[in-house]
């Protein structure tokens, strides 16, 4: 019996692991601005985090407007973003890969596998908390 409900036990927590994995860190969520440095240059703007029922979305605010981003992806501590933008007449897919700590993303930009970058980005309301 002791057998049976140490199973019982273990397979619980195995199928809810997932689960537990993916859940987003609640500091993402809100404003950011984020800086992006790529060969042609430095770009800041803001990206907002919400969650929609249970999926995460991130929202890319300029002077120019508004755009959501293809896919967003935050397993811990770890955000990966997605964006394609029209460069040069052409679509070009940007992939942000970053660590989230102490208010703060930074990591990697692949601009459609042409240029490499980076980003940093920082939360608008951390000084306010």
Do not use: C, H
């Not at 930074?106 to 980005?121: P, T, W």
């Amino acid at each position: 019996m002791k057998r049976f409900g140490l199973t019982v036990l273990f397979t619980t927590l195995l199928a809810a692991m997932p689960f537990a994995q993916s859940a987003p860190a609640p500091e993402v969520f809100g404003e950011w601005e984020m800086t992006t440095v790529s060969p042609v240059g430095e770009n800041t703007n803001t990206v907002e985090f919400r969650k929609d029922g249970e999926v995460v979305k991130a929202l890319a605010k300029s002077p120019q407007g508004e755009r959501p981003y293809d896919s967003v992806a935050v397993d811990g501590n770890k955000v990966t973003l997605v964006l394609t933008i029209d460069f040069q007449g052409q679509p070009m897919t940007i992939t942000y890969m970053g660590t989230l700590a102490d208010n703060q993303i930074n990591g990697s930009a692949d601009f459609g596998g042409l240029a490499q970058g980076s980003f940093s980005a920082k939360k608008k309301d951390a000084a306010a908390k």
